[in-house]
């Protein structure tokens, strides 16, 4: 069993869709929550970062976290033919310092 | 312009024909880190770099080595490539321990025959 899944899609959705992206994992010590955005042809960039348990909102994104479920999601409200992605969840946590887990990455499509 | 950068871009190269890929930072991050990224498997952490001349397994260290004499660069050497390393590599850093934003460099796609 991998320590996070995520599910790869594809997911397609029209514009203006509210899109939700979910990872699940099974290391209890992850502490550090991250989602990044990785446009074809280019390198991951980071979306948003979230420490623990708890929502974060920048702009049209929410992250949660629930770390007593071992769940997290990314919101994007009114999302845009732009957000076309492949978004991947990361975590970081325990004694394994600098050692970062990704999980397999969704590809989404926002169609006008 | 801060950024990551990595040669060469794109490689096609033999089975057994020593290769070396290589990443340089020039925003004077401590930490760097290697993955490889495969359709269905995500990114996969190959090696990672604390500081110069500290260096730590990750997940899929097998066939490869790195070192890490200057703090502005992490070059991943494959001493002797196989086809099963045939993927889309990725070079990264990040101001300290690698928990804050990681950049990543453009990708580097090796094919392996």
């Known amino acids: 069993q991998k320590e996070v899944e995520q599910d790869p899609g594809p997911l397609s959705v029209p514009e203006g869709a509210i899109v939700s992206l979910n990872c699940t994992y099974s290391n209890s010590a992850f502490q550090y929550f991250m989602w990044y955005r990785q446009y074809s042809r280019k390198g991951p960039e980071l979306l948003m970062y979230?420490?623990?348990?708890g929502n974060k909102e920048d702009g049209r994104f929410t992250a949660q976290v629930d770390k007593s479920s071992k769940y997290i999601s990314l919101f994007i409200r009114d999302s845009q033919p732009s957000d076309s992605a492949t978004y991947l969840c990361a975590m970081y946590g325990g004694t394994s310092y600098g050692k970062l887990t990704f999980g397999q990455g969704t590809i989404l499509t926002v169609h006008p | 312009e801060a950024q990551v950068t990595q040669n060469p871009r794109y490689l096609i190269t033999v089975t057994g024909k020593k290769l070396t890929v290589t990443c340089s930072q020039n925003?004077?991050?401590?930490?760097m880190s290697w993955y490889r990224q495969d359709p269905g498997l995500g990114l996969r952490q190959i090696y990672y770099s604390m500081n110069v001349e500290v260096t730590d397994k990750g997940d899929v260290p097998e066939g490869y080595k790195v070192s890490r004499k200057e703090k502005r660069n992490f070059p991943l050497i494959l001493e002797s490539p196989s086809p099963n390393q045939t993927s889309l590599y990725f070079c990264a850093s990040s101001p300290s321990t690698g928990t804050e934003t990681q950049y990543f460099g453009p990708g580097t796609r090796l094919l392996v025959l």
């Open positions: 979230t420490y623990s348990s």
């Open positions: 925003m004077n991050h401590e930490y």
